[in-house]
């Protein structure tokens, strides 16, 4: 996938998209915005298929390079 080209994020995805990349698992993310880990879940799953990855490490190490994570 090419990340240069412009990938849209809910508000949501990049706070879920944020917490996952500082290492905290669905449980404390859905904890932490009040939603359930199988929302946490259904997000990391579109966050992936945007961002072209299959993992957790994939999705920060893409952020990082998209200035996504703070």
Do not use: D, W, Y
Request: glycine share 8%.
């Amino acid at each position: 996938m090419n990340h240069e080209k412009a990938v849209s994020f809910t508000e949501q995805e990049k706070r879920i998209l944020q917490l996952a990349a500082q290492g905290l698992t669905n449980k404390e993310i859905a904890h932490s915005l009040g939603i359930k880990p199988r929302t946490v879940e259904f997000h990391l799953c579109n966050l992936f298929r945007k961002l072209g990855v299959s993992s957790r490490t994939g999705a920060a190490t893409v952020a990082g390079k998209l200035g996504l994570l703070e």
